[in-house]
């Protein structure tokens, strides 16, 4: 590693948007210095940005972490070597830290989220140390980063990081700090030239982006509002809406042109008791009401939503009220997750945890009616035209996001990423649509 700007770097990415967009500062940050991204088996360092949140992100981190192990013990016998980088939510727990510090001396640097701007100088240090380096912060100030995007046809850009609302059952807050917003100017300054450079579709991300404040006072309608007038930005989308602050202004300011038709608005239970539980601040009347104000204004609009299954106390009756509540919110698709305990969140010490077992079977009577609800709702496409954005190509087959965010699989020719072409549908399944590109 004697021309350290000349190394190759490889990301791998755990978890939601939030952790991508993170990697994508991090390839920003490396390739600003002159590394390169390259495959894992020809990289000089490997970088894992690692997720929290659910238990089977933890488990393929360290899954991942073995098979990197063994690539660095291959390398070392051929008198290479191999800087293992890792980072991310899990990285802001303290006995994970020391978990690896015990368990894996062959992770060389280990940073958090919220001194992702100190990762080159972190590489070179141990580098140039031959000592493994920590560098963990409880909480920083937001900090404008280079990025390097994944797709050049569309962007993430952060407006909040953090979350202030504490859910019983989530470790956000504790990983990623408090809610703080970042300046208008930024976000559409970043915007902007995210759609310079080829970007034909912005989503907005924050743990809740309804709760931006701006440093004027500006709210997350003005985001959308002055967004919208970007010229060249076809699209708009966000995530995630909480409920507790989804106002009638914004549902509102939905009907603009540039904003899609689709909102993920994460529900949780449909039973006010478990809500009230989880600290979410709405019950399931306030909820139901939000989704029949979407409705009216727009009755083909697409929503998604998280749902947690077997959250401790939760009976039977609580989870008929679940299931209840997805038939007459007509989700087009969820998110579902059993639940599990998380280090350092009040509901892993609440009494009336979940026999795994019933979890299981409630888990699949669930996805059996969000399935049987997602194929009527698709079943409506068949026969129209609908518009597509490109996000994959194999030969003359491509697959793209509909206005409502559905998955579509179709046939065309002279197709390149970043299209945004009319397909008519033919077919439709519970997670996709199909179709052929029309031609002009």
């Known amino acids: 590693m ?4 000349a190394l190759k770097y490889n990301i791998i990415t755990f978890g939601c948007q939030m952790n991508e967009r993170d990697s994508e500062s991090i390839a920003g940050i490396l390739k600003s210095h002159g590394l390169t991204s390259a495959s894992i088996e020809e990289a000089d360092i490997v970088v894992i940005n690692t997720c929290s949140i659910r238990e089977n992100a933890n488990n393929k981190f360290y899954g991942t972490l073995g098979i990197v192990k063994n690539i660095k013990k291959k390398l070392k016998k051929n008198g290479d070597d191999l800087v293992v980088c890792v980072c991310g939510c899990m990285m802001q727990e303290g006995e994970v830290v020391e978990d690896l510090k015990a368990r894996f001396p062959f992770v060389d640097v280990i940073f958090g989220t919220h001194n992702i701007d100190r990762v080159y100088d972190l590489i070179i240090k141990t580098i140039e140390t ?3 380096e920590i560098e963990i912060l409880e909480n920083a100030e937001i900090k404008e980063m280079p990025v390097d995007r994944v797709n050049k046809h569309k962007a993430f850009v952060n407006i909040t990081f953090g979350c202030n609302n504490f859910c019983t059952y989530c470790i956000v807050p504790y990983t990623r700090g408090r809610e703080k917003s970042r300046s208008l100017d930024k976000i559409l300054g970043e915007t ?6 080829g970007a034909k579709e912005v989503t907005f991300l924050g743990q809740n982006v309804n709760s931006y404040r701006g ?8 985001v959308l509002v002055e967004a919208s007038k970007i010229q060249g930005l076809e699209r708009i989308r966000f995530m995630t809406s909480h409920p507790k602050d989804l106002t009638d202004e914004l549902i509102d300011v939905m009907s603009l042109d540039k904003i899609m038709p689709h909102i993920h608005l994460p529900v949780q239970s449909g039973s006010s008791e478990i809500l009230k539980r989880m600290n979410r601040h709405y019950d399931r009347e306030r909820y139901l009401e939000i989704i029949d104000k979407i409705y ?9 939503t998280d749902i947690i299954v077997g959250f401790p106390t939760e009976t039977e009756e609580d989870f008929s009220k679940t299931l209840d509540l997805v038939r007459r919110a007509r989700f087009d698709a969820a998110f579902t997750f059993m639940y599990s305990k998380r280090r350092n969140t009040k509901a892993a010490n609440f009494d009336g945890q979940v026999d795994r ?3 299981g079977r409630r888990f699949d009577m669930l996805s059996e009616l969000l399935k049987d609800i997602s ?4 079943k409506k496409f068949i026969g129209r035209r609908i518009k597509v954005m490109v996000d994959k190509i194999e030969g003359d087959n491509a697959e793209g996001r509909s206005p409502e965010f559905k998955l579509v699989k179709f046939y065309g020719k002279n197709i390149k990423k970043g299209d945004i072409l009319d397909v008519v549908v033919d077919r439709a399944s519970p997670f996709s649509l199909s179709g052929k590109q029309e031609q002009a």
């Open 192 to 197: 902007a030239d995210a759609v310079s450079l």
């Open 130 to 132: 031959k000592r493994r």
């Open 357 to 359: 077992v019933e979890m």
């Open 296 to 304: 009216s204004l727009n009755e083909d609009i697409a929503i998604t």
């Open 375 to 378: 194929f009527e709702k698709n």
């Open 2 to 5: 004697n021309d350290i700007n």
């Open 215 to 222: 440093e004027n006072g500006e709210n997350f309608r003005d």
